[in-house]
């Protein structure tokens, strides 16, 4: 992939499933990963897993100290920072009956922790000529689902801030665009079906052009793309990952029109 070797990336999220395999296929493209992210019980297995390109580094992406700490280790150990993915968030959705604490939790983490990140990134971008930054949207930001507010309004609102921010860091040669995936075999989808990956392919079948769940390492292709040269004149836009989700529509596979005739 074009662009990419002897790059630094910083992927939030790094030890969740999705995280893990956007930072491998950027090392199996040339670049040297630190993969920041809270959990420091699965973020160092993750980084052993993927060699001496990988570093872990503890970082809560609601706290601006844990930020600067990760990007100064980072610059530290590799000398700068070329490239990050914002895939770091939470899940925390009670719907209707969010508290404040939870919206302002969701919205901490989902939102202003990626764009504190950028922050904290841009001017290290700015010393090596520039780069390139792909933020985790959602297919959730642009459809109502039942007793869901906070994730969907954090990832639809992360749309918002890719635009502005492609805007705003081109004099910096810096590229930002988001990627929207569909349902994912990741974290949450297996922690939440027991770990039963037949019967999230059977649940999301429905939902799905392609007729089952996304798997990691194809929305890490999509985002080794965006990073990458290949992707050179392609900025404040969000790419779709999603097995045709958007593309349904409420109709679904089967034959409405036909209903009428019954």
């Not at 395999?21 to 990963?33: E, K, M, P, S």
């Not at 590799?78 to 939470?90: E, F």
């Not at 508290?99 to 990134?121: H, I, S, Y």
């Not at 392919?201 to 194809?218: F, K, N, S, T």
Request: charged share 20%.
């Amino acid at each position: 992939m074009k662009g990419i070797n002897g790059k630094v990336a910083i992927v939030t999220g790094g030890a969740t499933m999705i995280g893990e395999a956007v930072a491998r296929d950027l090392i199996a493209h040339g670049a040297r990963v630190v993969l920041a992210d809270i959990d420091t019980q699965k973020g160092p297995l993750a980084a052993d897993r993927l060699g001496s390109a990988a570093r872990f580094h503890q970082t809560d992406v609601s706290s601006d100290e844990q930020i600067a700490r990760c990007v100064a280790d980072t610059v530290s150990a590799w000398g700068g920072v070329d490239l990050l993915v914002n895939c770091a968030c939470t899940y925390v959705d009670n719907g209707a009956a969010s508290t404040r604490a939870e919206w302002a939790q969701a919205l901490d983490v989902n939102l202003v922790g990626a764009a504190m990140m950028l922050q904290a990134c841009r001017p290290e971008m700015a010393k090596r000529g520039g780069g390139a930054v792909v933020n985790f949207a959602s297919i959730s930001a642009a459809a109502a689902q039942t007793g869901r507010w906070l994730y969907p309004v954090s990832k639809a609102a992360m749309l918002q801030l890719t635009r502005a921010a492609a805007l705003d860091l081109a004099p910096d040669h810096i590229r930002v665009n988001s990627v929207s995936p569909g349902w994912t075999w990741s974290s949450i989808i297996e922690t939440l079906s027991g770990a039963d990956k037949v019967k999230a392919d059977h649940v999301a079948a429905d939902y799905h052009i392609a007729g089952r769940l996304g798997l990691p390492d194809e929305v890490a292709q999509v985002v080794s793309f965006l990073l990458s040269d290949h992707a050179s004149f392609v900025t404040g836009t969000d790419y779709a990952c999603d097995g045709g989700y958007a593309a349904l529509g409420p109709e679904g596979k089967a034959a409405a029109i036909t209903r009428l005739m019954d």
